[in-house]
C-alpha cells in the first residue's frame, strides 16, 4: 500500500516518535497519555497526494477511536515525501491492533450472519445491503479511501462507503467472504456449535482445575498430618507438579496457593478425600494413584509414621481402593513379621531344648528346669573336676543362661 520499506525495530529504549506520538512495543504516548494497544477500538487512517506544479504535498491523517474516549486522538502531518514517519507509524499500530479491531466484526459476522459498516450490511454469502438495495461484494470496486459498487446497469441503485476506518480489516472480511462464502444460517449455525464446544471445554478445564486443587488441598493435609511439612516430602510435591503434571508456572502458585490453604485449614484429610472420592469414583486408576502419591510423600523421608499410615488407610477405605506402593509394603511388611515370628518360635524350640522342655512350658517350669540343670553345671559346683571338665561345665552354662534369660524377657520370669 505504501511501497517497499524496511522493516522498523521498536523498542522500550529505541520507541519510534513521530511528532507528539511516541510508539513502544506495546503501547503508545501521546501528549502525555499513555495508551495499550488492546483499547484501540478502530484506526482511521487519510492519505491525500497534491501536485502543484513541481511540488507534491503529502497530507496524512490518523485517528484512533480509543476505548472509553468520545472523540478520536487525531495526528495529522504534511510532508513533501512519500515516505513519511507516520506512515511507517500507521502500519505498525495497525498491524498491532489488527486482531483485535477484527475480533468485533467477525463476532457480529458470526452471531448475525452479517456485519455492519458505513450503514450496510455486508453478509456471509457475499451480499450487501445498503437501504433496502442489495449488492454483491464480487462486483466492489475499491478506491484508495472509499468502496464502490453498482446494480442492475447504469442506471441502478449505486452504494459508495468511506472506508477510511479500519480499511484493512474490511478488506481482509471481504477478501475471506469472496473465497468461502456461506449461507448466514449455516454460518451462524456452525458458529454456535463452535461457541458451545469452546464453552464445554472452558467448563471442563476449570472443572479440571478444581479437581487439582482439590488434590494439593489433600497433599497439604497429608503433609501436616505429623505437625510439620519436611524438606523431602516438599521435594516429592515439587516433583509431582512439574515433571508428572507438568503444570505451568501460573498453575503451580495456584497449585501451591491450595496446598498452604489446606494444610492450615480446619477442614479434615477425609472432607478433601471425599470431594475426590465423589468425582473420581468411576476412575479407580487416578484413586489408585494419590494413594501411590500420599505414600510416597510419607517415605520421602525414609519413615512412614503412625499418622501418615492411618491416613493412607483412611483414603484407601474412602475411595475403595488399594494403592499399589502401599500394597506392596504391607505385603513385605506382614512378610517381614511372618519370619520374624517364624524365627522367634524356632528360637523358642531351641531354648526350651537346651532347658530340656518341650512343647509349650510355664513359668514354673523355665524356673524348675534352670535350678536342676544349675546344680549340674554351675562352676561353682564344679571346681573339684579337672580343666577339661569345669570348661565342659562352663559352656554348658553359659547356653543353660542365654536360654533363661530368654524367657525372662517373654514371660518375666
Known amino acids: 500500500m505504501f511501497g517497499n520499506s524496511d522493516p522498523i ?3 522500550e529504549t529505541n520507541p519510534f516518535i513521530v511528532g507528539e506520538l511516541t510508539v513502544f512495543p506495546s503501547h503508545l504516548q501521546c501528549e502525555g497519555t499513555k495508551l495499550v494497544f488492546r483499547d484501540i477500538l478502530h484506526i482511521g487512517w487519510f492519505w491525500q497526494s497534491t501536485t502543484i506544479g513541481f511540488m507534491n504535498t503529502q497530507q496524512m491523517r490518523m ?7 468520545s472523540s478520536p486522538l487525531v495526528i495529522g502531518r504534511s510532508s513533501m515525501y512519500v515516505a513519511s514517519k507516520l506512515v511507517t507509524a500507521y502500519q505498525y499500530i495497525a498491524k498491532e491492533t489488527f486482531e483485535s479491531r477484527l475480533g468485533p466484526y467477525m463476532s457480529q459476522l458470526e452471531e448475525h450472519g452479517y456485519f ?3 450503514g450496510a450490511k455486508f453478509y456471509s454469502d457475499g451480499v450487501i445491503d445498503s437501504e433496502g438495495n442489495r449488492f454483491n461484494v464480487n462486483d466492489v470496486e475499491i478506491a484508495p479511501f472509499e468502496l464502490f459498487c453498482r446494480q442492475g446497469g447504469w442506471f441502478g441503485p449505486r452504494l459508495k ?16 467472504i469472496i473465497k468461502h462464502p ?8 456452525t458458529a454456535q456449535k463452535r461457541q458451545e464446544a469452546e464453552q464445554a471445554a472452558k467448563e471442563a478445564e476449570q472443572v479440571a482445575n478444581n479437581i487439582l486443587m482439590d488434590v494439593f488441598a489433600l497433599i497439604g493435609k497429608f503433609c501436616k498430618a505429623d505437625g510439620r511439612v ?8 515439587t516433583h509431582f507438579m512439574r515433571n508428572v503434571l507438568h503444570l505451568d508456572d501460573d498453575m503451580q502458585i495456584k497449585a501451591i496457593a491450595a496446598f498452604n490453604r489446606a494444610k492450615d485449614s480446619s477442614q479434615t484429610f477425609k472432607f478433601y478425600a471425599n ?3 465423589n468425582i473420581y469414583k468411576a476412575d479407580r486408576d487416578f484413586l489408585v494413584g494419590i494413594i501411590d502419591l500420599l505414600f510416597e510423600i510419607a517415605v520421602a523421608d525414609n519413615e512412614l509414621s503412625a499418622k501418615e499410615e492411618f491416613l493412607i488407610v483412611d483414603a484407601s477405605l474412602i475411595f475403595g481402593a488399594q494403592g499399589t506402593a502401599y500394597s506392596r509394603y504391607c505385603d513385605a511388611k506382614s512378610k517381614r513379621q511372618t519370619d520374624e515370628k517364624k524365627n522367634r518360635q524356632k528360637e523358642e524350640v531351641h531354648y526350651a531344648k537346651v532347658l530340656g522342655l518341650k512343647g509349650s512350658c510355664t513359668k514354673e517350669d523355665v524356673k524348675k528346669a534352670y535350678r536342676e540343670l544349675a546344680t549340674q553345671y554351675h562352676p561353682d559346683l564344679a571346681q573339684h573336676l579337672g580343666p577339661k ?6 559352656a554348658e552354662m553359659k547356653k543353660i543362661n542365654e536360654a533363661f534369660e530368654y524367657f525372662q524377657r517373654k514371660y518375666g520370669v
Open 9 to 11: 525495530i521498536i523498542s
Open 63 to 69: 485517528s484512533l477511536y480509543i476505548r472509553g474516549s
Open 116 to 118: 455492519l459498516y458505513g
Open 161 to 176: 462507503l468511506d472506508i477510511s476506518i479500519d480499511k484493512d480489516v474490511l478488506l481482509g472480511i471481504l477478501g475471506l
Open 182 to 189: 456461506q449461507a448466514p444460517d449455516t454460518l451462524r449455525a
Open 230 to 237: 519436611s524438606s523431602e516430602e516438599l521435594r516429592v510435591v
Open 275 to 277: 470431594r475426590l472420592r
Open 389 to 394: 571338665l569345669r570348661e565342659v561345665a562352663e
